[in-house]
């Protein structure tokens, strides 16, 4: 992949290709066998995958946010007949978590049912909970014990559902499980590897913030107060101080023949660990966790991103691991600190540039390391593909013409923008 121009793309330009994604991405959908729709995670796959990470819940939030953004009832019809195949998978997972499985499924149809009045949507919400409750063990749910697979997600998602018993269950036994470090507390994000994790996705960061939004919730200090602990552990381990902030992976480096020690994306750093910041912001009132955000930001934007500066730095363009990741954070400071629009313009450019658009519509690859590196088949979802990437844009476009800066379905591990 080249670098991009640096000119700045129209806003008229961007919504543009959000119409083309969302034409792409519509036309990859597959009918269920009740007149529903589903989602494979790229095109030239048989299956199609119900879960939030890289499958139809984590596609219909941006139908919802291109029918706000546009007006176009299309986009609320396409997103019902996706929540009626979506529905229909609630009782054949075997996974319960956030990101991978049933909770998932809860609160994206929960949020159908408020959106659109769409009673059955409600009532597989209802269902996915109570048998997300049913398969607890009185510890975890799996072997992954973090926000993405494991409790923390499953609080977060049970918490927005409208469950908040369900959310303290879930995260509990982080109370009995946390393993004292020289500075605070940590976990470790399965039982077969000695590493510990340290960001949002698999690790100590996403738990605080599942411990922090439910014990705020809830009026529980002592969830809060681990929470507290947590993100001491990881503050502690930042390597980029005083003007940024930039904490290692994980110790020891989980996988080190395949994961860089740093990152600079939501999943596994600095994007991501400002979300935590905000979240303790808004949770404590503390004006110490806007500096931490500020320190994260200052890093993110001195990092290098969203150019390719070598193999394996920045090949992504995603909501998890890449641009549009970051796009999100830029947005949220455009509407809370009154921050220019010029790195926004930087990633959205980037974004645009780097599209694939032909009569299909508009879509994005990523890159496979190899060797030789090659561009990968574009995926439709939320994590990789054009879900997540058309959901900021259309975000966005809608703060540089003056709109509200808010989305159409709350990301769980986003923390809403204040005021």
């Known amino acids: 992949m080249t670098a991009p121009e640096a000119t700045v793309v129209a806003v008229d330009e961007v919504d543009d290709i959000a119409v083309d994604a969302l034409r792409w991405l519509t036309g990859t959908a597959r009918e269920t066998p009740d007149g529903g729709l589903a989602w494979p995670t790229r095109p030239s796959d048989d299956a199609v995958e119900p879960m939030l990470y890289d499958g139809t819940a984590g596609t219909i939030p941006v139908l919802l946010e291109a029918w706000r953004h546009f007006g176009d009832d299309a986009y609320a019809d396409t997103a019902l007949r996706a929540a009626r195949g979506l529905a229909a998978r609630v009782d054949d997972l075997d996974d319960d978590s956030l990101y991978f499985g049933r909770t998932g499924l809860a609160l994206v149809l929960r949020t159908v049912h408020a959106e659109l009045g769409d009673t059955a949507a409600g009532e597989a919400a209802d269902r996915a909970l109570r048998l997300v409750r049913s398969r607890f063990d009185g510890a975890r749910w799996g072997t992954l014990f973090e926000l993405m697979g494991g409790n923390a997600g499953i609080g977060l998602g049970a918490l927005l559902a409208g469950d908040p018993d369900l959310a303290v269950l879930a995260v509990e036994p982080y109370l009995r499980t946390a393993e004292q470090t020289a500075n605070g507390v940590h976990w470790p994000h399965r039982p077969d590897t000695d590493s510990r994790l340290h960001h949002v996705s698999h690790g100590t960061l996403g738990i605080a913030l599942a411990l922090a939004r439910v014990g705020g919730a809830t009026g529980r200090t002592d969830l809060l107060d681990l929470a507290l602990s947590a993100t001491a552990d990881v503050v502690a381990r930042d390597e980029a101080g005083p003007h940024g902030f930039l ?52 890093t993110v934007t001195h990092s290098g991103i969203p150019q390719r500066l070598r193999p394996g730095f920045w090949d992504n363009n995603g909501r998890c691991c890449g641009t549009a990741g970051v796009l999100a954070l830029a947005c949220d400071r455009i509407a809370e600190q009154q921050d220019a629009f010029g790195f926004a313009d930087v990633l959205v450019t980037d974004l645009v540039t780097r599209a694939t658009r032909d009569t299909d519509g508009a879509r994005w690859s990523n890159v496979e390391l190899g ?39 709350t990301w769980p591990d986003h923390a809403p923008v204040s005021a």
């Open 247 to 298: 904490a290692p992976h994980s110790t020891p480096q989980f996988l080190p023949d395949r994961i860089a020690p740093v990152a600079y994306g939501w999943c596994h750093g600095p994007a991501g660990d400002a979300q935590l910041f905000r979240t303790l912001r808004d949770v404590t009132s503390d004006p110490a966790w806007t500096a931490l955000a500020n320190r994260c930001w200052h």
């Open 371 to 409: 060797p030789p590196p090659r561009d990968l088949e574009p995926q439709t979802g939320w994590a990789m593909g054009n879900a997540g990437i058309v959901r900021e844009l259309l975000r966005y476009v809608r703060l540089a013409r003056g709109g509200s800066p808010g989305y159409a379905f």
